[in-house]
């Protein structure tokens, strides 16, 4: 398991990592051929990138 993010700037480019991730699924997906599994796949990448935010948030009010 690798060490906690802790300083801002690792954060925060993380964050963009992960959103630019997402952006390429989206944008490589067909709307003609989606099916729910792909919508469901990209609400966790939504879900898991909204977690990540209010760790980095909680660990910032410490």
Excluded: C, W
């Excluded at 906690?4 to 480019?13: A, D, G, L």
């Excluded at 792909?38 to 977690?51: A, P, Q």
């Amino acid at each position: 398991m690798s060490n906690p993010i802790t300083n801002k700037e690792q954060q925060v480019t993380y964050l963009k990592e992960r959103l630019e991730i997402f952006l390429e699924v989206l944008d490589a997906i067909d709307p003609e051929t989606t099916d729910l599994k792909d919508i469901d796949r990209l609400i966790k990448m939504m879900d898991d990138l909204e977690e990540k935010m209010e760790q980095f948030q909680s660990r910032d009010e410490k």
